[in-house]
């Protein structure tokens, strides 16, 4: 069974410091990966999505994607305490075009100030 | 553009009671998505559509579950009877299928529970 892992949490960092989620995925075919943020409450909203290898540099976040080591990490410079949701890991199964996404159960993230 | 409606936003019944959930997917958009949110299990696929044929029910939990997709601008997730188990989040989402690449918009959910 295809399986998207994520640490559940809490991850604690202080305001200004640097948030590191990190998210392994078991099918070695994975074309597309995300990262969504939810805030309690609320549904998930992108905030980052990577398809080769390497970084992806946004603002103050940056998606890394390891295919070889089945590896996707979103670092958060600068965090602030409005940057405290869960951010979700999701992956496409395949490469088939409108393949459903499969979601980690998320990381929650708590940014004190 | 409204991005995704879902409606009702909360639901509150009785076990063996019929519940029906509503889904407006954003204009122009091909493929239509059901997920249900616990803490327990995170977020998980029921159901999905493209271009409003069923393309994969295999997340739907039992035949107590059922969606429909009578055209583009409407779907609708029925469950009868309801039990308590099914108490959830309820999220639809849409997106246009261009390529595995297409991003995933959500609607607000449906906050479901079931007595």
């Known amino acids: 069974q295809k399986e998207v892992e994520q640490n559940s949490g809490p991850l604690s960092v202080p305001e200004g410091a640097i948030a590191s989620l990190?998210?392994?995925?078991?099918?070695?075919?994975?074309?597309?990966?995300?990262?969504?943020?939810?805030?309690s409450g609320k549904s998930p909203e992108l905030i980052m999505s990577i398809y080769s290898n390497g970084d992806k540099e946004d603002g103050r976040?940056?998606?890394q994607l390891n295919k070889a080591s089945q590896?996707?990490?979103?670092?958060?410079?600068?965090?602030?305490?409005?940057?405290?949701?869960?951010?979700?890991?999701?992956?496409?199964?395949?490469?088939q075009a409108g393949t459903a996404l499969i979601?980690?159960?998320?990381?929650?993230?708590?940014?004190?100030? | 553009d409204a991005g995704v409606i879902q409606s009702p936003?909360?639901?509150?019944?009785?076990?063996?009671?019929?519940?029906?959930?509503?889904?407006?997917?954003?204009?122009?958009?091909?493929?239509?998505?059901?997920?249900r949110q616990t803490m327990m299990r995170g977020l998980e696929l029921l159901i999905y559509f493209n271009n409003n044929v069923p393309i994969d029910d295999s997340g739907m939990p039992?035949?107590?579950?059922?969606?429909?997709?009578?055209?583009?601008?409407?779907s609708t997730l029925k469950i009868q009877p309801s039990e308590p188990r099914d108490s959830a989040v309820y999220f639809?989402?849409?997106?246009?299928?261009?390529?595995?690449?297409?991003?995933?918009?959500?609607?607000?959910?449906?906050?479901?529970?079931?007595?």
């Not at chain 1, 590896?71 to 490469?95: E, F, G, H, K, M």
Request: with cysteine; proline share 4%; net charge neutral.
């Open chain 2, 62 to 74: 039992e035949d107590r579950f059922s969606a429909k997709m009578p055209n583009a601008s409407f």
């Open chain 1, 103 to 113: 979601f980690g159960k998320g990381t929650t993230l708590s940014v004190s100030s």
């Open chain 1, 22 to 39: 990190n998210c392994t995925y078991s099918d070695r075919v994975s074309q597309s990966f995300f990262w969504y943020r939810q805030y």
């Open chain 1, 61 to 63: 976040f940056t998606a």
């Open chain 1, 71 to 95: 590896y996707v990490s979103l670092l958060i410079r600068d965090s602030q305490p409005s940057d405290s949701a869960t951010y979700l890991c999701a992956v496409t199964p395949t490469n």
């Open chain 2, 9 to 35: 936003r909360h639901e509150v019944t009785e076990m063996g009671q019929e519940v029906t959930l509503r889904c407006k997917p954003i204009s122009g958009h091909d493929y239509l998505f059901w997920y």
């Open chain 2, 92 to 115: 639809c989402a849409s997106s246009f299928g261009t390529g595995f690449q297409e991003t995933q918009y959500f609607g607000p959910g449906t906050r479901l529970l079931v007595l």
